[in-house]
């Protein structure tokens, strides 16, 4: 009996359900469903010829389509060869998000892409044991968030700010934007020395201290974990603090924003015991692995 006998016996129980019960009984209605659908899964079954696309491999085009939105076909077609998947060209195109239809690059990408040719500035007030006030002026790039440049003054005038940012940049590693906020001490002079030196210049808005958050948070971190426990007696005692604070801060302090690495990145250690070294007199410690005998 062929799919197509069954179907009319199965209308013809319908019609004689109707003709004499009045009504079709439900283990009719329910056996004619059923042989429905195995009669579409019959007629559906493999019958061979190219491979079926897994969801995963379906679901992975996708993911690469949207997370690439510049990549076309060939590029993800590519990438998935690299990965160990053997497909054609065209079952890419086939399930790839359209052009059109993927998200563009996000402001997080943008702002990481433009980063390392950015460099914050900014002075904070350090009282000594006689309340003579001391100028730090602190150097921070956006990159990998390294204090570049420390200095203290007890007068920062522009010309001497202008001469701190010689000191921060050679001629070649310049970047290409500082940010800074409208303290009247970068006069014309530290402005000109910018400009000269190929730096453009961008003061944030007045009362706007989050414009510039990146150096306000450095200085914070040099605050909390290093002025606030000291007395500081003169210039010189200050600036020795924090070079060696700078020190540590860029090569043994890790951060949240960079994924918890060092500015300058540390290499992770797994042999040896752990030894732990004290800095600024052992307000803080450096952790090093050692050989063991």
């Known amino acids: 009996m062929s799919w ?3 179907s009319l016996l199965c209308l013809a129980c319908y019609l004689l359900g109707r003709l004499y019960a009045g009504r079709v009984p439900e283990f009719v209605l329910s056996a004619h469903q059923n042989l429905f659908r195995a009669y579409w899964r019959w007629r559906c079954r493999y019958r061979g010829g190219r491979p079926r696309t897994s969801r ?18 060939p590029r993800i077609h590519g990438e998935l060869l690299k990965l160990g998947f053997q497909l054609a060209q065209s079952t890419v195109s086939r399930y790839m998000i359209p052009r059109k239809g993927r998200p563009t690059q996000s402001w997080k990408t943008f702002l990481r892409n433009h980063r390392d040719a950015i460099a914050a500035i900014d002075m904070f007030t350090v009282s000594t044991w006689n309340f003579t006030q001391l100028y730090a002026f602190v150097v921070l790039g956006h990159g990998r968030r390294k204090l570049l440049h420390i200095e203290v003054t007890t007068n920062p005038t522009a010309l001497w700010l202008a001469g701190q940012i010689t000191e921060a940049f050679l001629w070649d590693t310049a970047p290409g934007f500082i940010v800074r906020d409208n303290d009247g001490a970068y006069g ?24 510039n958050g990146h150096v306000e948070r450095a200085i914070g971190s040099i605050r909390r974990e290093c002025t606030d426990h000291i007395i500081v007696l003169n210039a010189a005692h200050l600036r020795r603090v924090l070079k060696n604070y700078a020190d540590y801060y860029n090569n043994d302090r890790t951060h949240l924003a960079i994924g918890k690495d060092t500015p ?12 732990a070294m004290p800095v600024l007199g052992g307000l803080h410690h450096r952790y090093r692995r050692t050989a063991t005998k």
């Open 56 to 73: 995963e491999l379906i679901d992975l085009i996708r993911r690469i389509s949207r997370e690439n939105p510049l990549w076309g076909a």
């Open 188 to 211: 014309p002079v530290f402005r000109r020395r910018l400009w000269v030196m190929g730096i453009r210049d961008r003061p944030t808005m007045p009362h706007s201290p989050w414009q």
């Open 264 to 275: 300058i990145s540390r290499a992770v250690e797994t042999n040896g015991g752990v030894v």
């Open 4 to 6: 197509g006998d069954v």
